[in-house]
């Protein structure tokens, strides 16, 4: 079976900080990790991916993320929050079988505080 | 104009009443989906379609059904709707896999309140 946790319901940064969103991932299989970003009274967008390849990937705004297997985690960071960062942040994996299947984590809001 | 328009965006109904809720897409992609989201669950799949002749059940299928009338027309069935139904709603497209796999088109969400 494969499922996706991410670690924080909530996180909030002052603009400028860092920002780490973790999600880890149970998979029997190489897996395709994806994270999804959701503003506000709107559908979610893809940020990145991860298939095969380079393990560090980037994605939009100034996001990226890392894929460690040796830890099944594949947190999403970016140097320096800008307000407009403020969504919630969904990390997925991709159901084995070929069906093209998301599974997708908790979400985790992020607030950006001045 | 989006590429995945969902109908009605927000709908307040009561208990055993039927709804239907609509997307359409103009992408030209085969693969539709309907995830309902939750707070604390994120997005849970519900059904999904990979051309018009081919439906298949999600995680949580029970209490609803689909109708895939063409290759850009997905609807979402509650044949009795009921108060654990109260959700947010999305439809998705996706193309073919390959590169583009996982990469889903989100509509902007359909807010579906059961009293």
């Known amino acids: 079976a494969q499922s996706v946790t991410q670690l924080g319901s909530h996180v909030s940064v002052s603009e400028g900080a860092l920002v780490l969103l973790r999600c880890n991932y149970s998979s029997s299989v190489p897996p395709y990790l994806f994270w999804y970003v959701q503003y506000p009274n709107q559908g979610l967008q893809l940020l990145l991916k991860y298939t095969t390849g380079a393990t560090l990937v980037k994605g939009i705004n100034g996001f990226e993320a890392e894929f460690k297997k040796s830890e099944t985690s594949f947190h999403l960071t970016k140097p320096s929050a800008h307000m407009s960062d403020a969504a919630e942040y969904f990390c997925?994996?991709?159901?084995?079988?070929?069906?093209?299947?998301?599974?997708f984590g908790a979400g985790t809001r992020l607030a950006v505080h001045p | 104009d989006a590429d995945v328009t969902q109908t009605p965006r927000n709908r307040i109904t009561k208990t055993g009443k039927r709804i239907m809720l609509e997307c359409s897409q103009t992408?030209?992609?085969?693969?539709m989906y309907w995830y309902r989201q939750d707070p604390g669950l994120g997005l849970r799949l519900i059904y999904y379609?990979?051309?018009?002749?081919?439906?298949n059940k999600g995680e949580i299928s029970d209490g609803y059904s689909v109708s895939r009338q063409a290759q850009a027309k997905f609807s979402l069935s509650l044949e009795s709707a009921i108060p654990n139904q109260t959700a947010l709603y999305f439809c998705?497209?996706?193309?073919?896999?390959?590169?583009?796999?996982?990469?889903?088109?989100f509509g902007e969400g359909s807010r579906l309140t059961v009293l």
């Open positions: 997925a994996v991709i159901l084995s079988g070929g069906y093209n299947k998301l599974i």
């Open positions: 992408k030209g992609h085969d693969r």
């Open positions: 998705a497209t996706s193309d073919l896999g390959g590169i583009n796999t996982g990469e889903l088109f």
């Open positions: 379609s990979f051309d018009v002749k081919d439906i």
